[in-house]
């Protein structure tokens, strides 16, 4: 459920580097492959919390200790069996990833609307695996955010420029979309995205032909949305299963919604997984 190991390791160098330019006394805590609520945050947060919460420590819920303390244990995550992916001149289209393993996978969409200011450290303190599929404007925009979200593990990818439908778009405009954001976040975070999700989930073929051509793997719809804190499920199992993809936005409540899927993976016996370490 953490980053590859590279990038764990990259991030926590930058990270270093952050605090000792912030003079924060604190460093960070070593990262492990499971799910913890005792860890640091990576910011300059004023001064740790307790990590032996006791009844007269509780935090105060809806501050960021409470969410992190509400987090629940996950079994650990199994070692990434990463999927094949098919040699064509075509992305991939997943709406759930193909797997067997105990796993599934957050996504944060958009960029623009909301950046709540703790999330980077719930994703830090509480090790969640997301992937960002950012609007290129708005990574552009608040770029400072979305890096404190890649140090915290969290990894961008492409939702194109202007955040409109392109199903039914010519080869071109499609291609000018995506492969203007993919060279835009590139320049911005370091990464060619790997991974794209069209606004909407809206797409044809020459999409994914267009993603392919853009540097994309694999085009990822979604089988759960989490807003206000609420899932909802778009499946008709009515519960996460193997391999889910969990749709939520950058928007006012994303602590909430975090939090919901979190608790929603793991009442189904699963553990959060990072999209890129299954679609390499
Ligand atoms: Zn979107």
């Known amino acids: 459920m953490s980053a590859t190991p590279a990038r764990r390791i990259l991030a926590v160098v930058t990270l270093l580097a952050l605090l000792v330019l912030s003079a924060c006394t604190a460093g960070p805590a070593l990262h492990v492959r ?28 809806g501050s960021l200790d409470w969410y992190v303390s509400q987090v629940p244990t996950f079994p650990e995550a199994p070692p990434p069996q990463p999927v094949s992916l098919p040699a064509t001149g075509a992305a991939q289209f997943w709406h759930r990833l193909p797997t067997d393993q105990k796993v599934a996978f957050i996504t944060i969409d ?25 609007n290129s404007p708005a990574a552009e925009e608040h770029d400072v955010y979305f890096r404190q ?45 790997t991974l794209f999700r069209p606004p909407f989930g809206e797409h044809d073929a020459t999409t994914l032909r267009a993603a392919h051509d853009c540097g994309a793997k694999a085009v990822f ?18 519960v996460i299963q193997p391999g889910d993809v969990l749709l939520m936005h950058f928007r006012p409540a994303l602590m909430d919604d975090l939090l919901a899927a979190l608790k929603a993976i793991h009442r189904a016996g699963l553990t959060p997984a990072l999209l890129e370490d299954y679609v390499r």
């Not at 640091?40 to 935090?59: L, R, V």
């Not at 719809?221 to 009515?238: C, D, F, N, S």
């Open 149 to 193: 979200i890649m140090v915290a593990g969290g990894v961008v990818e492409n939702h194109t420029i202007t955040h409109t439908s392109l199903a039914g778009w010519s080869y071109d405009r499609q291609r000018h979309e995506i492969c203007g954001a993919a060279d835009k976040l590139e320049a911005l975070f370091g990464k060619r995205p």
């Open 34 to 61: 499971r799910i913890a609520t005792d860890q640091p945050a990576p910011a300059a947060s004023p001064a740790a919390p307790s990590t032996s919460p006791s009844p007269t420590t509780k935090p105060a819920p």
């Open 221 to 238: 719809h979604w089988t759960e949305t989490v807003h206000e804190g609420k899932v909802r499920y778009q499946t008709p199992e009515k």
């Open 110 to 134: 958009d960029g623009g609307l909301a950046r709540p200011p703790e999330v980077a450290d719930f994703i830090w303190r509480a090790h969640i695996p997301v992937t960002m599929f950012l």
